[in-house]
């Protein structure tokens, strides 16, 4: 009797054995994925689920090894649904990436300068977004307000999941916006004469699409503030493209600039009615904190910088200089 009691017990422990010995090689045994491979988990997706759909692609040769481990540690099961990047490191620790909800991520950047419609032509363009936009009522969508959205999405780059909304990505770049705007007209001259965040928010789309180097935003807003104190029109090619729109054609021509639009600022007094693309925070800042200059004309130099001037005479000579070369 004793030598059977033995005999069972050496049995019970070369099985445990095995098994220990099979359960640390499960904890180690890689996923047969030869590259990083995007995989979903679906909601509701159990984990007997998942691993069926993984051997069923020879990712793993058997489910029992790790049904096993499951029932040893429960939180393995905790799935959460999303699109994960899956790779040839261990089974385990890709489920582990599942249990953490580590999706892989994703990004969409808004450029600096960038009008409305390309933002929205860009977004719509993104891989694993939901596309959810309502064009004929985006502003109401994104801000709940019916006003124009041009202008009001911060120049950044913004990560998301998949199944994230197009519009969630948006009302981010919105609120940050809102924030940084804020935070710029908080800190603003105490002589400027602009009368509201919006209109520094016009002012800083304008410097925005003139300036080629950072470095030149303020003496930019420095100009326009100074036409604006003196009663003169802006005149800035920028605002005319815009109220053009679609129809042009790359090369800003004068019957452009004879021709009224409420953007043409060659023909209207003050600000145009809206922003005209999307400022950074320097183009905020240079807007609501323009430097003391006696300049009211700039030329471009064909370089990215501008030649700045107090005077018309010496403006004209440098358009002689920069744009007849003569």
């Not at 090894?65 to 029932?71: M, N, R, S």
């Not at 605002?239 to 639009?261: C, M, N, P, Q």
């Amino acid at each position: 009797m004793i030598k059977v009691i033995v005999s069972v017990l050496l049995l019970a422990l070369l099985c445990c054995g095995i098994g220990y010995q099979q359960l640390q090689a499960a904890l180690s045994m890689p996923l047969n994925v030869t590259n990083s491979t995007l995989f979903k988990v679906d909601r509701g997706t159990g984990f007997n689920q998942l691993c069926k759909q993984w051997q069923s692609k020879q990712w793993l040769d058997s489910c029992f090894k790790f049904q096993v481990l499951a029932k040893l540690d429960p939180t393995l099961t905790d799935l959460k649904a999303g699109l994960y990047e899956l790779d040839s490191t261990s089974v385990i620790d890709n489920i582990r990436r599942i249990n953490q909800g580590a999706q892989v991520s994703f990004s969409f950047t808004i450029i600096e300068g960038q009008p409305l419609r390309e933002v929205i032509t860009n977004i719509a363009k993104q891989t694993h977004l939901k596309q959810d936009l309502d064009e004929e009522n985006l502003a109401k969508q994104i801000s709940n307000k019916d006003e124009n959205l041009e202008g009001w999405l911060f120049p950044d780059t913004y990560h998301y999941h998949s199944e994230d909304t197009a519009s969630s990505v948006l009302k981010r770049a919105y609120s940050k916006m809102q924030t940084e705007l804020d935070n710029a007209w908080q800190n603003r001259a105490h002589d400027l004469i602009l009368n509201s965040p919006y209109e520094a928010l016009i002012l800083a789309s304008i410097i925005e699409k003139e300036t080629g180097l950072a470095s030149e935003r303020p003496l930019i807003s420095a100009v326009f503030t100074n036409r604006l104190k003196s009663n003169m029109r802006l005149q800035t090619d920028p605002t005319v493209i815009y109220g053009i729109g679609a129809d042009f054609d790359g090369d800003i021509k004068r019957k452009d600039l004879t021709t009224y639009t409420p953007y043409n600022t060659y023909k209207i007094k003050g600000l145009p009615p809206t922003p005209i693309a999307m400022p950074s925070r320097a183009a905020l800042l240079a807007a609501v904190n323009p430097p003391e200059s006696e300049y009211v004309y700039f030329v471009a130099k064909g370089d990215g910088s501008h030649q700045f001037s107090k005077t018309l005479k010496e403006h004209n000579r440098a358009v002689q200089q920069y744009q007849l070369n003569k």
